[in-house]
């Protein structure tokens, strides 16, 4: 099980940017996959995540209206789309699977998942 996440960059506030996760070694849509951001000194969080029974989606309070999480099984992959970037966007973003279907009430503690994706850096700055 192996999970790649790639698209991070260099944005201007209010710019958007849009993050793949590549899955391999496993069929991606028979999972729920989450995304999880890590800010220079602080905790992991989770920022979304995407069941695989019935494509409900969570989203983060700090990110709701601004990001939408989708995902293209034919290409084992899911996205993160991140519009109206801000500053404290800033973070190696990650994503992650527990192998479970569906997010549940616990999607966003990283615990939960126990295979993940290398990072991929966003920076937010003029």
């Known amino acids: 099980v192996q999970l790649q996440a790639s698209g991070g960059g260099l944005v201007q506030p209010g710019g958007s940017l849009r993050l793949s996760c590549a899955a391999s070694g496993f069929t991606l849509d028979y999972y729920a996959i989450g995304w999880f951001r890590q800010a220079p000194g602080k905790e992991r969080e989770g920022v979304s995540c995407i069941s695989s029974s019935d494509g409900s989606t969570y989203y983060a309070d700090s990110v709701k209206g601004r990001f939408t999480i989708s995902r293209d099984n034919a290409k084992n992959t899911v996205y993160l789309q991140m519009n109206s970037l801000k500053p404290e966007d800033t973070a190696v973003y990650y994503c992650?699977?527990?192998?479970?279907?569906?997010?549940?009430?616990?999607?966003?503690?990283?615990?939960?998942?126990?295979?993940w994706g290398q990072g991929t850096l966003v920076t937010v700055s003029s």
């Open positions: 992650a699977t527990g192998l479970r279907y569906l997010c549940g009430s616990s999607w966003s503690i990283p615990y939960e998942y126990d295979y």
